[in-house]
Structures are given as C-alpha cells and as structure tokens.
C-alpha cells in the first residue's frame, strides 16, 4: 500500500468518524448518550423516546418529577415512548406508541441543527386532551416539517387525569412545599428544565425557547406563564386555545382537591400506601367519572393564575395565541334541542342572571336564524374564546412585551358522510383543534379530509407565522401579511388565518367584557 494511499485512507476514515459523531447525529444528555434517525426531510435528525425524568411509578407515583435514571451505552433513540395511563376519550387521536404506561415521562427531539455551536431556536410543544388524555406521538403533532423552517422542535408527554392531578392531605404532609396535586404540570416544568440543561448538544439555544400548546395545552402555556417556577425557563409563548381564566377548566382549591382525593380513597378502602400498590389499570378505571385537573396548590400555583397576571408577575415574554372561529357546537354546552329566540333568552336569563340583560344585548336575537348564530358564538366563547381573550389581553396590559392574537378560520374541507362525533362534519366551521394540521404542516397526515391547495397555502403561512415568533418575538416576515400587534389600547388588531389572511381592528369585545364580569363573581374558588 503507498503511502499517498494510506494517507488518503485515513483521511476518510477520520472524516467518517468525525461524521458519524456530529451533534446531530449522536448526543451526549443528562442520562447518557443517543443516537438519532435520520429524518425524511433532507437535514433533520429525529430523536424519539428521551426519558427526562426517572419513571413516576411505586413511590414516584404522585411525587414531583425526580432526575432522570442514567442508561449505559448508547440509546437508540428511535422510536416513540410510551404514552401516559389514559382512557381512550377522544376518537381524533392516533397514537404511534406503543401503548400506554406510568412510565411515560419521555421527550422527541426534531433538529435541522449542522453542529452543536448553531443556537436555534426552540419550540416545545405541548399536546392538548383536556388533561386526561393524550400523547407526543400523533402524526398531526410530528415536528419534522416545521424543523425545516431553521427551529428545534420538542415535544413532550405529561402525567394527566388521577396521576397527574391527584391531591391528598398525606401527599401535601409528605411535600416539602407542602403541596400535591399537580404532578402533570411539574413534568412539564421539569422537561423544560432538561431542554434548558440539554438542548445545545442539539444545536439549540436555551436562552430562546418558545413554548406552545393547544387545548389544554395552551392551558399549559398559560400556566407555566404564571408559576414561578418555570417563568425563567421561557423566551416565548404560543397558545392555540384555552387558558386558566373563567370557567373552563377553572383552577379549584388545595382543599378541595384534598377532599376529593380522600373520598376516592375511601372509596379503595385503600390509604396512601394502598393507592400507590394498586396496578395502574385499576387506579385508572377506579377514577372513571372523577375529575382530576390542575389546581392552586400554594406552590405551582401560588395563587389564582387571573390574580398572577392582573399583578404583573407572570412571564413577561412575547405571546402569540388565539382560538378557532366555530370551537364548540352549541348544543354541547347549551339546549340540545332546536335553538330559537326564545329559548336563547330563557338559556340565557338562566345561565347568567346577574349580566342577563347585558348578555341578551351583546348576543342579541330577533329570529330563530339569529340565535342559532348568537348560540354558536355563545358556545365558543364560553368554552375557550373568552379565557384566551383574557389571557391575551391581560398579557398586552401588564407585560410590556409584544402581544397577538389570531383568529382561525379555516374550514377543513370534510369528505362526504364524514362526522365530528354524532355531528355531520360538512355543518360546522373551523372547529376546535382544527389547525393542529395546518400549524404542523401535517395536512397528509389525516385522510378524513379532502385537503386543497388552498389548505396548503394556509399551513404554509402558519408555519411562516409560528416559527417566526419563535425565532424573533414577532410573526411577521418578507411575503407575508402584515399582522399587528394586540394591544389593550385604541383598536386590538386581530390576525384572521385562512386563504384571505388579513389583520384587522379586535370585534366583540363588548361580548368578552359583559362575560368577564359575570365570571368574575362567579368562578373564584
């Protein structure tokens, strides 16, 4: 063998060593090492499955998030992690896990990083489900595509329903913040803390996450808004529906979280101890019907997160949120029955005697075509639109930082015969959790819609939104439109998202003031 090629043979070889060990393609975390997959997008590196906190079971069971146990050798981190203990509840989610299990706390890594020394942005994402169910694993939640706009998407799985949010005078006795109850929320906490020790071996910069969420996702983001402990953690913020404002989800008390934790107790005949050795299966089924949400509990929560951001002291960081223009209909949450002008007045003298008559102006029907309309928007703005409108304007008044608000309202394009539970799909607009798709770039993802180019095109902006934000603070870019900030002054402007994509002044504000005082009096623990 010559000289000239045995040196050219170690030219390569050293070459494909270093290759083989680019930041993007085998890591070093707290834990130990990995080693991504390649993605179909040409540049990015997926890593699947990361655990970021030691398995929640035995006596981790409804204890906070404790470090992560170190693995040795190299972790292929190739596939999805198990999803947390759920009831199948909602009939949209498609999971790629491998079932569910306690020991869930795991994490997804998609970077388009070259080398550690990039610093991109990143975007944790946070599924919705009402904190019961849900995971990081559905194709319409997969951050590959937006990984391709230049950020390092994250997404993560969270304890929900009894193991995420159950509260017991023992736990709050054995807590060193004398607190229990919401376990969900602090693995969201904690997972943030991990993408802040972890994710420069990514390519990611740490001093700029973003974080972003749907449905009680958005909840989360709003929450993590507010509890001291992660404010710090967070250089932007992303809602898509819901927040800890008003009724939904509204926030309860320690104590009665305790109590209801004792009367599930007593129920197993069962003490701490027994509830921790009962099989995860028979704790979930034994909770059927009980809810378990976040609550103030004094120290996630030090107070009511409305009185947190009327004070000021949340997150003051850029927040880009809004909600879908049809989120519920209305018989969900009104009469089931035909709607008509007069049961719409009687539902509403009902529903809201102290703001009756203010509530029968702003929602004002002379027919029964218009209180089918009022009904709608009713229904909307009780279940999300009102708390992400006070999330969103509280925010503009008390932060300081730059504010936006959208408004989606794309119809996704139904296939005949298709249904939204029980309701022809062909009849409602642009639905809660609709844009997930479009915000991902994942319209291929669910065949149960009959996609247009037109669909594209509005993904491609909300991609070109989103990732902006994260990138800058501010959504707009070169080619698109111009979205004006939210401001608590003058005229709010108001982003509307489908094909004709335009800002405009805020409308119906008079509707989000006549609720804001009715829940005012009505909805604090």
């Known amino acids: 063998m010559s000289i000239r090629f045995r040196t050219a043979l170690v030219s390569v070889l050293m ?17 130990g090492t990995l080693e991504g997959v390649a993605g179909t997008k040409p540049g990015v590196r997926i890593f699947k499955g990361i655990p970021y906190a030691a398995p929640p079971v035995g006596e981790l069971r409804w204890a906070e998030p404790r470090p992560v146990v170190k693995w040795n050798g190299v972790r292929i981190a190739d596939h999805f992690g198990p999803r947390c203990m759920q009831a199948p509840i909602y009939n949209d989610m498609i999971f790629r896990d491998t079932g569910a299990s306690e020991d869930c706390l795991h994490l997804n890594v998609w970077t388009p990083a070259k080398s550690a020394s990039d610093r991109l942005p990143v975007m944790v994402w946070i599924h919705g489900g009402g904190f019961q169910a849900g995971a990081s694993s559905e194709p319409r939640q997969d951050g590959e595509v937006l990984a391709t706009k230049g950020v390092i998407v994250v997404s993560i799985n969270y304890r929900m329903g009894i193991f995420g949010f159950f509260a017991h005078p023992d736990l709050t006795k054995a807590s060193a913040h004398h607190a229990s109850g919401n376990y969900g929320l602090m693995d969201q906490w904690h997972a943030l803390r991990w993408v802040h020790q972890n994710i420069k071996a990514f390519g990611g910069d740490p001093n700029k996450v973003t974080i972003f969420g749907e449905s009680a996702g958005s909840f989360s983001v709003c929450a993590l808004m507010a509890s001291p402990l992660s404010r710090d953690l967070i250089a932007g913020a992303i809602g898509e529906s819901g927040a800890f404002f008003g009724p939904t989800l509204a926030a309860k008390t320690l104590t009665e979280a305790e109590e209801r934790g004792v009367k599930f107790a007593t129920a197993q005949s069962a003490d701490l101890a027994g509830l921790r050795a009962m099989p995860d299966d028979k704790i979930l089924a034994a909770s059927k019907g009980t809810a378990f949400n976040p609550i103030v509990d004094g120290y996630f929560f030090p107070t009511l997160p409305a009185d947190i951001f009327a004070a000021g002291k949340q997150s003051h960081v850029p927040l880009l949120a809004g909600w879908n223009s ?52 009713l229904s909307s703005d009780q279940f999300i639109g009102y708390s992400t409108w006070k ?91 111009k979205w004006g900030a939210y401001t608590s002054k003058d005229a709010p402007q108001v982003m509307r998202l489908d094909v004709d994509a335009a800002s405009a002044a805020e409308t119906h504000r008079d509707r989000y003031e006549t609720l804001d005082r009715f829940y005012a009096k009505s909805t604090r623990p």
């Open 391 to 481: 999330w969103i304007d509280l925010q503009a008044r008390t932060s300081g930082k730059p504010v936006y608000r959208y408004s989606f309202t794309r119809v996704r394009p139904s296939k005949p015969g298709a249904k939204v539970g029980a309701v022809d799909a062909t009849k409602l607009g642009a639905v809660h959790a609709s844009e997930i798709e479009y915000v991902f770039g994942a319209l291929d993802s669910n065949k149960d819609y009959d996609w247009k180019p037109e669909d594209y095109k509005v993904s491609e902006l909300m991609q070109s939104y989103w990732t902006n934000f994260a990138k800058t603070g501010d959504p707009n870019g070169p080619g698109l439109p």
């Open 326 to 377: 049809d989120e519920m209909p209305y018989p969900v949450l009104m009469a089931k029955d035909k709607m008509t002008a007069e049961r719409l007045a009687a539902q509403l003298r009902e529903k809201y005697p102290s703001e009756a008559a203010a509530m029968q102006a702003v929602y004002a029907a002379t027919s029964d075509e218009e209180a089918l309309t009022a009904a709608r928007e």
């Open 15 to 31: 070459f494909s060593a270093h290759a083989a060990n680019l930041p993007t393609d085998r890591v070093h975390v707290e834990g």
